[in-house]
T-cell receptor
Framework: NAGVTQTPKFQVLKTGQSMTLQCAQD?????MYWYRQDPGMGLRLIYY???????DKGEVPNGYNVSRLNKREFSLRLESAAPSQTSVYFC?????????????FGQGTRLTVV | DAKTTQPPSMDCAEGRAANLPCNHS???????VYWYRQIHSQGPQYIIH???NNETNEMASLIITEDRKSSTLILPHATLRDTAVYYC???????????????FGKGTLLTVNP
């Protein structure tokens, strides 16, 4: 049982390049999330998907797009990377069903835009 | 959404109890209090959650005041490996649905000293 798997773990991009961060979970969770974490800061929600087929903006969605490919996979795309998007990106999944279950996080993708 | 307030940092001696406070004075009746921790930029890890009763598991205890406006996470015998950023989070409901997102603040950096 791998939990939440993110790829790649590290990436360096040049300004203007595009890339997709991949996330997959094997816990049959309905909800998935993308967060970013800047140095010395807490996690900020970029986008989330409450269930397969739906996506919603979080606190900092500008410059990003997401795709909920199926129940397992939720990808985050940077169309034209900017230095301000240098950050650590975390994917999470959960199955909140009104009884207070927890979210599980991946180990992060460390992205540097130069 | 209810916001949380935590001290930015705390110290604790190894083997002693660590008591981490959290203020959530605007919490509403159906919102849970969650605690997560993040060790050295790894993905956040769930610790415990509660609604209004005190809770205990193998990792920690959660004490929620009767008015639910604040809570305390207790690590009964802190070890060096408990050094981490601890996040107190109030779970908010996605509008109209039964799925929830987690909004993180900056948390408390707990340093356990030998």
């Amino acid at each position: 049982n791998a939990g939440v798997t993110q790829t790649p773990k590290f990436q360096v991009l040049k300004t203007g390049q595009s890339m997709t961060l991949q996330c997959a979970q094997d816990m049959n969770h309905n909800s998935m999330y993308w967060y970013r974490q800047d140095p010395g800061m807490g996690l900020r929600l970029i986008y989330y998907s409450a269930s397969e087929g739906t996506t919603d903006k979080g606190e900092v969605p500008n410059g990003y797009n997401v795709s909920r490919l199926n129940k397992r996979e939720f990808s985050l795309r940077l169309e034209s990377a900017a230095p301000s998007q240098t950050s650590v990106y975390f994917c999470a999944s959960s199955d909140f069903s009104g009884v207070g279950t927890e979210a599980f996080f991946g180990q992060g993708t460390r992205l540097t835009v130069v | 959404d209810a916001k949380t307030t935590q001290p930015p940092s705390m110290d604790c001696a190894e083997g002693r109890a660590a008591n981490l406070p959290c203020n959530h004075s605007t919490i509403s009746g159906n919102e849970y209090v969650y605690w997560y921790r993040q060790i050295h930029s790894q993905g956040p890890q769930y610790i415990i959650h509660g609604l209004k009763n005190n809770e205990t598991n193998e990792m920690a205890s959660l004490i929620i005041t009767e008015d639910r406006k604040s809570s305390t996470l207790i690590l009964p015998h802190a070890t060096l490996r408990d050094t981490a950023v601890y996040y107190c989070i109030v779970r908010v409901a996605h509008s109209g649905g039964s799925n929830y997102k987690l909004t993180f603040g900056k948390g408390t950096l707990l340093t356990v000293n030998p």
